[in-house]
């Protein structure tokens, strides 16, 4: 595909050269109409039985996207206290949150009993705590089923060597501990990781999870977690996530499960990257262009400051260059890389990146930054963080978070 952001008309009909000049560069922006899409698929992953999607907002918290998925129906999970509130003032009523925190403090953990938000807890000690502050409640516990997945070591959130979950061994304690403290166990929780496109592991996981299940009596729900690939490099035709054969062979299992457990409990997921990540594009400004030793560097005002996936994960995104408000033809494509402009050689947005020549002034055009972009930005270098855009489905543009300041980044000061 020569440009995916003109095969979907992403700015609906608006020159992206002309809102990075009225907005300004670096610009995080974001396509309505993609989101909702993507949030009403993920709500649809089981229809044969009771379920609830939870959107998983660390992806993506700003609370214009929050209010989208309020209207399509999903409930959403929170991993701090942060989280929480963010979702509250978003318009979430408690029945619609799920708590899933690691190694909160009590007094965080009583924000949401207070507030009588379902809670995960994620270890022994952590259920302990719960029973102390909170003796005759109800709650979840997340499980570590032992295996795990996902697209980079650091996103793998099970198995035998991750912070996250109670091991199986140790489910008896999890019914002595609430038996002491007259504890119901409503549900269970597992995340095996982040950004699986083949879903055999994770059907995988889910059957090895639902065994587990049949351990635990009266059951409200059983919550697979997150993970939902999208498709990374759009350029080369990869394939979305085949969500309709996924659904059919989860379904097969399901029924298994519920014919062995006698009753279907409420199933949930977690989608966080599957919801966000491909209704947003990231633009950025060509200032700078150079040959260092035979190697080729477009400099950018996108640094890890604004986008650090690459450099922590060594994640892809792809990227389309754009001259004059239209994507530069990739017929001719030559290496080079794209940096940004943070003092570390490891502000690279892409290494030995295929791309057609790059001019100063260019915009460059970083495709699916919707999840993990804006969440994990931050102000190192003192580079105040970027601004928020929705193209809106009438191909209005608004703003959905502003540009900070250099005063901002002296505010706490
Ligand atoms: N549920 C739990 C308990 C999680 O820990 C996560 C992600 C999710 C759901 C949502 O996973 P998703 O559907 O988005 O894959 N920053 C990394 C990803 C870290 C994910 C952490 N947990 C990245 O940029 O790839």
């Not at 020159?15 to 989101?35: G, Q, S």
């Not at 351990?215 to 394939?239: A, S």
Request: contains cysteine.
């Amino acid at each position: 595909m020569n440009s995916y952001i003109e095969a979907v008309d992403f700015f609906k009909g608006n020159n992206p050269e002309k809102v990075a000049e009225e907005f300004k560069t670096p610009l995080y922006v974001y396509n309505e109409e993609i989101i909702r899409n993507r949030m009403h698929a993920v709500s649809q992953v089981i229809t044969k039985y009771p379920y609830t999607a939870n959107y998983s907002i660390k992806a993506n918290t700003n609370i214009h996207l929050l209010k989208l998925a309020l209207e399509e129906g999903l409930n959403c999970d929170a991993m701090s206290e942060g989280e929480i509130r963010m979702l509250e003032a978003a318009g979430f009523p408690k029945e619609r949150i799920f708590f899933v925190p690691n190694n909160v403090s009590a007094e965080e953990m009583k924000y949401a009993i207070d507030r009588g938000i379902m809670t995960s807890l994620d270890s022994l000690s952590q259920l302990e705590t719960f029973g102390e502050i909170n003796p005759g409640g109800k709650c979840a516990v997340r499980i570590n089923p032992g295996v795990g997945a996902g697209h980079h070591e650091k996103v793998v959130t099970a198995g035998k060597k991750t912070k996250f979950g109670v091991a199986e061994e140790d489910i008896d304690k999890i019914f002595e501990i609430a038996e002491k403290y007259n504890l119901t166990i409503a549900g269970i929780n597992q995340h095996i990781g982040s950004l699986f496109m083949d879903y055999e592991p994770f059907l995988a996981a889910a059957q090895n999870f639902l065994r587990i299940a049949l351990k635990f009596k009266n059951l409200e729900f059983v919550d697979f977690g997150g993970g939902y690939g999208i498709p990374y490099h759009k350029l080369d035709d990869e394939k979305p996530f085949e969500m309709e054969g996924f659904k059919k062979a989860l379904e097969e299992i399901l029924d298994k499960f519920v014919a062995d457990y006698g009753y279907a409990p409420l199933f949930k997921s977690e989608p966080g990257r599957f919801c966000v990540a491909e209704g947003c594009v990231l633009l950025g400004r060509v200032h700078a262009v150079k040959q260092n030793n035979g190697h080729a560097y477009a400099g950018t005002d996108i640094g890890m400051n604004v986008l650090v996936r690459p450099s922590m994960y060594d994640s892809w995104h792809d990227v389309e260059v754009l001259r004059d408000g239209k994507a530069v033809s990739r017929d001719n494509l030559s290496p080079i890389n794209v940096c940004g402009n943070i003092c570390e050689s490891g502000d690279l947005l892409a290494k030995d990146r295929m791309l057609p020549e790059i001019k100063k002034g260019d915009l460059a055009c970083v495709l699916d930054a919707g999840a993990y972009g804006y969440s994990m930005c931050s102000t190192y270098n003192s580079r105040p963080r970027p601004a928020e855009v929705l193209v809106c489905k009438d191909g209005s543009i608004k703003t959905i978070r502003k540009r900070e300041t250099y005063e901002d980044l002296f505010r706490l000061m």
